[in-house]
């Protein structure tokens, strides 16, 4: 994992140089002195050919007689894969949002129990509000006609359990003003905000 061509020189290694940055391994060492171990610490560690990489590591400290820290014992595993899965996914995430924030057509996320979580201002121009952080929060239930409320949640299910987009329909869709429009509307999942 750190690059080392054999364990006597892996021994032979001050634990020092193999972090990032030397406020690293304070902090490591002195989270370890407070807590005696440490499980599931994340961290960067750099390997000896100076490429960084994400670390979990678990790490116990063995005292003498008098209570002295005199070793560091441990083990750690490589996350670099997965750290950079969660960037590309993160940023994927910012790309889509920033492309939907701009489509002309009003676009709404609703999570558990349909709660609004994410609108564009499409949404809100659509919906008669200032902003789209003032559906955010709000259950998509308000902005439906009554008699569209049967369908509502039986359709959003549908979609999730399916996985797939379900077909466009007419609806009555209530604003801010009490007034009512007549949208086509659809229901797609996806994965926002890692939900």
């Given at each position: 994992?750190?690059?080392?061509?054999?364990?006597?020189?892996?021994?032979?290694?001050?634990?020092?140089?193999?972090?990032?940055?030397?406020?690293?391994?304070?902090?490591?060492?002195?989270?370890?002195?407070?807590?005696?171990?440490?499980?599931?610490?994340?961290?960067?560690?750099?390997?000896?050919?100076?490429?960084?990489?994400?670390?979990?590591?678990?790490?116990?400290?063995?005292?003498?007689?008098?209570?002295?820290?005199?070793?560091?014992?441990?083990?750690?595993?490589?996350?670099?894969a997965a750290k950079r899965a969660?960037?590309?996914?993160?940023?994927?995430?910012?790309?889509?949002?920033?492309?939907?924030?701009?489509?002309?057509?009003?676009?709404?996320?609703?999570?558990?129990?349909?709660?609004?979580?994410?609108?564009?201002?499409?949404?809100?121009?659509?919906?008669?509000?200032?902003?789209?952080?003032?559906?955010?929060?709000?259950?998509?239930?308000?902005?439906?006609?009554?008699?569209?409320?049967?369908?509502?949640?039986?359709?959003?299910?549908?979609?999730l359990i399916e996985g797939v987009?379900?077909?466009?329909?007419?609806?009555?869709?209530?604003?801010?003003?009490?007034?009512?429009?007549?949208?086509?509307?659809?229901?797609?999942?996806?994965?926002?905000?890692?939900?």
């Amino acid at each position: 994992i750190l690059g080392f061509a054999s364990r006597k020189e892996a021994l032979r290694t001050n634990l020092r140089t193999l972090y990032a940055e030397e406020e690293d391994f304070l902090t490591f060492v002195a989270e370890l002195r407070v807590r005696g171990k440490l499980e599931q610490y994340e961290c960067v560690r750099k390997r000896r050919d100076g490429v960084l990489i994400h670390a979990v590591e678990n790490a116990v400290v063995v005292t003498d007689s008098r209570g002295e820290a005199r070793q560091i014992r441990g083990y750690l595993f490589d996350n670099t894969a997965a750290k950079r899965a969660e960037q590309a996914l993160r940023d994927a995430e910012a790309r889509y949002r920033g492309l939907i924030e701009f489509l002309p057509d009003a676009v709404v996320v609703s999570g558990e129990r349909e709660r609004i979580i994410f609108a564009n201002p499409a949404a809100a121009r659509l919906i008669g509000a200032s902003e789209p952080a003032a559906l955010v929060g709000r259950s998509l239930f308000e902005f439906f006609h009554p008699s569209s409320h049967v369908n509502v949640h039986p359709r959003s299910q549908a979609a999730l359990i399916e996985g797939v987009p379900g077909p466009a329909e007419r609806r009555n869709v209530v604003r801010l003003d009490q007034s009512v429009l007549h949208v086509e509307t659809a229901v797609t999942p996806i994965q926002f905000d890692g939900q």
